[in-house]
Protein backbone atom coordinates (compact mmCIF):
# COMPACT_ATOMS: atom_id res chain seq x y z
CA UNK A 1 0.00 0.00 0.00
CA UNK A 2 1.62 3.16 -1.17
CA UNK A 3 0.24 6.96 0.73
CA UNK A 4 0.58 10.41 -0.83
CA UNK A 5 3.49 12.38 1.29
CA UNK A 6 1.14 15.41 0.98
CA UNK A 7 -2.16 15.36 1.72
CA UNK A 8 -5.41 15.25 0.08
CA UNK A 9 -8.76 16.64 1.13
CA UNK A 10 -8.47 16.57 4.90
CA UNK A 11 -11.14 13.65 6.34
CA UNK A 12 -9.57 13.52 10.19
CA UNK A 13 -12.77 15.95 11.12
CA UNK A 14 -16.18 15.91 13.08
CA UNK A 15 -18.23 15.60 9.65
CA UNK A 16 -19.44 12.26 8.86
CA UNK A 17 -19.54 11.63 4.90
CA UNK A 18 -19.65 8.88 3.02
CA UNK A 19 -17.64 7.80 -0.11
CA UNK A 20 -18.85 7.27 -3.28
CA UNK A 21 -17.51 4.51 -5.68
CA UNK A 22 -19.46 2.02 -7.93
CA UNK A 23 -20.21 -0.30 -5.48
CA UNK A 24 -22.35 -2.64 -6.81
CA UNK A 25 -20.02 -5.80 -7.16
CA UNK A 26 -18.56 -5.53 -3.75
CA UNK A 27 -19.30 -7.63 -0.73
CA UNK A 28 -21.74 -6.05 1.92
CA UNK A 29 -19.17 -4.57 4.08
CA UNK A 30 -16.87 -2.77 1.77
CA UNK A 31 -20.26 -1.48 0.17
CA UNK A 32 -20.76 0.02 3.20
CA UNK A 33 -17.27 1.14 4.25
CA UNK A 34 -17.51 3.09 1.26
CA UNK A 35 -21.37 4.31 0.87
CA UNK A 36 -21.88 4.99 4.59
CA UNK A 37 -21.17 8.47 6.48
CA UNK A 38 -18.58 8.03 8.64
CA UNK A 39 -15.68 10.44 10.24
CA UNK A 40 -12.76 8.71 10.65
CA UNK A 41 -9.75 10.43 13.38
CA UNK A 42 -6.32 9.48 13.73
CA UNK A 43 -5.38 9.07 17.49
CA UNK A 44 -1.68 7.85 16.95
CA UNK A 45 0.49 4.55 16.77
CA UNK A 46 -2.21 3.09 14.04
CA UNK A 47 -4.83 3.20 16.20
CA UNK A 48 -8.25 5.58 14.60
CA UNK A 49 -11.52 6.52 15.93
CA UNK A 50 -13.85 5.75 13.91
CA UNK A 51 -17.34 7.67 14.16
CA UNK A 52 -20.23 5.02 12.42
CA UNK A 53 -23.44 6.39 10.71
CA UNK A 54 -25.39 5.20 13.78
CA UNK A 55 -23.86 7.49 15.89
CA UNK A 56 -21.59 4.95 17.81
CA UNK A 57 -17.99 5.40 17.43
CA UNK A 58 -15.25 2.70 17.67
CA UNK A 59 -11.83 2.35 17.94
CA UNK A 60 -9.85 0.60 14.79
CA UNK A 61 -6.06 -0.40 15.34
CA UNK A 62 -4.44 -1.06 11.67
CA UNK A 63 -1.37 -2.80 12.63
CA UNK A 64 -3.98 -5.29 14.69
CA UNK A 65 -7.06 -5.32 12.25
CA UNK A 66 -9.03 -5.09 15.06
CA UNK A 67 -11.46 -2.97 15.99
CA UNK A 68 -14.15 -2.65 19.18
CA UNK A 69 -17.51 -3.13 17.33
CA UNK A 70 -19.48 -6.20 17.69
CA UNK A 71 -19.30 -7.11 14.06
CA UNK A 72 -15.46 -7.86 14.62
CA UNK A 73 -15.75 -8.33 18.35
CA UNK A 74 -18.33 -11.28 18.51
CA UNK A 75 -18.09 -12.42 14.41
CA UNK A 76 -14.62 -11.97 13.95
CA UNK A 77 -15.52 -10.32 10.90
CA UNK A 78 -13.30 -7.68 8.84
CA UNK A 79 -16.18 -4.87 9.57
CA UNK A 80 -16.76 -1.93 7.66
CA UNK A 81 -14.68 0.35 10.37
CA UNK A 82 -11.60 -1.38 9.43
CA UNK A 83 -12.10 -1.38 5.47
CA UNK A 84 -13.31 2.11 5.90
CA UNK A 85 -9.75 3.53 7.95
CA UNK A 86 -7.64 1.25 5.04
CA UNK A 87 -9.76 3.18 2.24
CA UNK A 88 -8.92 6.52 3.78
CA UNK A 89 -5.14 5.54 4.56
CA UNK A 90 -5.02 4.38 1.22
CA UNK A 91 -6.53 7.87 -0.44
CA UNK A 92 -4.19 9.41 1.81
CA UNK A 93 -7.41 11.47 3.54
CA UNK A 94 -6.10 10.53 6.77
CA UNK A 95 -2.35 9.54 8.28
CA UNK A 96 -0.51 5.71 7.77
CA UNK A 97 0.08 3.86 11.03
CA UNK A 98 3.41 5.42 12.20
CA UNK A 99 3.07 9.09 10.48
CA UNK A 100 0.47 12.11 11.80
CA UNK A 101 -0.66 15.18 9.87
CA UNK A 102 1.56 18.43 10.45
CA UNK A 103 3.52 20.73 8.50
CA UNK A 104 7.06 19.97 7.37
CA UNK A 105 9.84 21.50 8.65
CA UNK A 106 11.18 22.04 5.60
CA UNK A 107 8.74 22.92 3.45
CA UNK A 108 6.04 24.20 5.15
CA UNK A 109 2.89 22.38 3.53
CA UNK A 110 0.81 19.88 5.52
CA UNK A 111 2.29 17.03 5.44
CA UNK A 112 2.16 13.26 6.80
CA UNK A 113 5.31 13.14 8.74
CA UNK A 114 7.15 10.31 10.77
CA UNK A 115 4.97 10.49 14.34
CA UNK A 116 8.24 9.97 16.25
CA UNK A 117 11.72 12.03 14.38
CA UNK A 118 11.96 14.52 12.37
CA UNK A 119 9.35 16.60 11.25
CA UNK A 120 9.92 16.20 7.35
CA UNK A 121 8.05 14.85 4.40
CA UNK A 122 9.44 12.69 1.88
CA UNK A 123 9.61 14.76 -0.59
CA UNK A 124 12.02 17.10 1.50
CA UNK A 125 13.82 13.98 3.46
CA UNK A 126 17.28 13.08 2.88
CA UNK A 127 18.78 9.46 2.71
CA UNK A 128 22.18 8.02 4.00
CA UNK A 129 24.72 8.29 0.62
CA UNK A 130 22.48 11.18 -0.72
CA UNK A 131 25.03 13.90 -1.99
CA UNK A 132 25.38 17.30 -0.46
CA UNK A 133 26.87 20.40 -1.48
CA UNK A 134 27.82 23.21 1.84
CA UNK A 135 26.49 25.93 0.54
CA UNK A 136 29.48 27.87 2.82
CA UNK A 137 32.29 26.19 1.24
CA UNK A 138 31.23 24.53 -1.67
CA UNK A 139 32.42 21.09 -0.16
CA UNK A 140 30.64 18.06 -1.43
CA UNK A 141 29.28 16.08 1.46
CA UNK A 142 27.32 12.86 2.00
CA UNK A 143 24.88 12.40 4.67
CA UNK A 144 25.00 10.26 6.88
CA UNK A 145 21.61 10.82 8.77
CA UNK A 146 18.74 13.15 9.28
CA UNK A 147 18.48 13.54 13.06
CA UNK A 148 15.41 14.89 15.85
CA UNK A 149 17.33 17.39 16.72
CA UNK A 150 16.90 21.33 15.60
CA UNK A 151 19.89 23.61 15.11
CA UNK A 152 19.26 25.35 18.50
CA UNK A 153 19.22 22.27 20.50
CA UNK A 154 22.30 20.40 19.09
CA UNK A 155 25.46 21.12 21.21
CA UNK A 156 28.94 20.71 19.32
CA UNK A 157 31.14 19.77 22.09
CA UNK A 158 34.15 21.10 20.11
CA UNK A 159 32.93 24.12 19.65
CA UNK A 160 31.02 24.94 22.86
CA UNK A 161 28.01 26.64 21.50
CA UNK A 162 24.90 24.67 19.34
CA UNK A 163 24.78 24.21 15.51
CA UNK A 164 22.51 27.02 15.26
CA UNK A 165 25.13 29.38 17.51
CA UNK A 166 28.29 28.28 15.08
CA UNK A 167 29.75 30.90 13.29
CA UNK A 168 29.33 29.87 9.65
CA UNK A 169 25.90 29.03 10.53
CA UNK A 170 24.72 32.34 11.34
CA UNK A 171 21.12 33.50 9.30
CA UNK A 172 20.17 29.71 8.50
CA UNK A 173 17.08 28.76 10.58
CA UNK A 174 17.40 28.01 14.07
CA UNK A 175 14.91 25.95 14.01
CA UNK A 176 16.32 23.80 11.33
CA UNK A 177 16.45 20.10 11.85
CA UNK A 178 20.37 18.76 11.87
CA UNK A 179 21.75 16.70 9.78
CA UNK A 180 24.63 14.62 10.25
CA UNK A 181 27.52 14.30 7.07
CA UNK A 182 30.75 12.89 6.21
CA UNK A 183 33.34 14.58 3.86
CA UNK A 184 33.60 11.58 1.02
CA UNK A 185 36.95 12.53 -0.63
CA UNK A 186 39.10 12.99 2.71
CA UNK A 187 41.86 10.41 1.42
CA UNK A 188 41.31 8.05 4.21
CA UNK A 189 39.58 5.18 2.62
CA UNK A 190 37.13 4.61 5.76
CA UNK A 191 33.52 4.18 4.83
CA UNK A 192 30.92 6.24 6.20
CA UNK A 193 30.54 4.64 9.25
CA UNK A 194 34.03 4.94 10.19
CA UNK A 195 34.36 8.75 9.14
CA UNK A 196 34.03 11.64 11.67
CA UNK A 197 30.41 13.31 11.70
CA UNK A 198 29.53 16.71 11.33
CA UNK A 199 26.72 18.34 12.24
CA UNK A 200 25.07 21.01 10.02
CA UNK A 201 21.29 23.00 9.53
CA UNK A 202 19.31 21.45 7.07
CA UNK A 203 18.98 24.48 4.77
CA UNK A 204 22.96 24.63 4.84
CA UNK A 205 23.01 21.98 2.53
CA UNK A 206 21.63 21.79 -1.04
CA UNK A 207 20.91 18.58 -1.34
CA UNK A 208 21.53 16.92 -5.02
CA UNK A 209 19.58 13.68 -6.93
CA UNK A 210 22.69 11.65 -6.58
CA UNK A 211 23.70 9.12 -4.17
CA UNK A 212 27.19 8.16 -2.95
CA UNK A 213 27.70 4.67 -4.17
CA UNK A 214 29.97 2.33 -2.09
Known amino acids: ?69 PDHEMRGERCKHLRRVAIEVTEGRVPPPG ?40 DTVVVYRLTAETADERFIEAADCTVADYPDNDGYPTDDPVVEVVYPFDGTGRDLEARRRYAFPYSRLSVREEMLIA
Open 1 to 69: MTHPEHTAASSDSPGRRPLAPDTSSLEARSARAWTEAMAVRPLGHGRYAVESASGETYLVSLPRSDCTC
Open 99 to 138: KCRTDCAICGHESFVPESGPTVCGDCWVERGDLATDRETG
